[in-house]
């Protein structure tokens, strides 16, 4: 008898009723970056074998960091926004203390994980956000957000289920900044070798920036004692 599937999703519940959705992304190849993109970090464009991994429905919230953390230092409070001012740093606390109460291995993206899963992985039909063409369906940016951040889950999913993407927040990922994609990783890990090692990669735009920001192949970067926000794997 064959071993059953792991499952396309599942709820993971803390000791005091915080809670948070987990989505199975299916492995698969991939074409990561964009030779047409505007800006010089997105090249060259190459091809990434991604194995199956889990990705959380929605970034982060307040309400989950305040469980695990104990405190909260967003701004735009909200229980159901994404946690935001929150350092690399700050993330890798955040996630050891998860996984002492959950017993398992929660992790950040690796960027090119976090690219495969915006983009639709095996599902992709090719959009430039995550979810559609049309930005103000999918995402939060600075000419629909109000100057605000905005409660997870109120636009379209993308292909696999995903919420907000593109916009919203920027997504810390596990990976090193570097200046392009010239010796990147093909095997959908993170690049933590050479580069900048005081910056780390965040992805998906936010409700500051425009919506070139929010494309699935855009890149920007953070000081590691800065603040973003995220989502969580395991």
Known sequence: MSEPLAPVQYLETLPGG?????????GGSFVMGDDDAPYKDEKPAHLVQIPDFYLGKFPVTQALWQAVMGD???SFQGPNRPVVQVSWIDVQTFLKKLNTRTGKTYRLPSEAEWQYAAR????SQGFTYSGGNKLNEVG???ENSHAETKPVGLKQPNELGLYDMSGNVWE???DVWHDNY??????GSAWTTGGDQDLRVVRGGSWFFDDCYCRVSSRNRVRSVGGATFSVFV
């Open 18 to 26: 915080a809670a948070f959705e987990m989505i199975r992304i299916e």
């Open 140 to 142: 939060w940016y600075d």
């Open 172 to 174: 810390w990922c596990a």
């Open 72 to 74: 909260n230092p967003s």
């Open 120 to 123: 639709g992985g095996h599902r």
């Open 182 to 187: 010239e010796g990147a990783p093909d095997d």
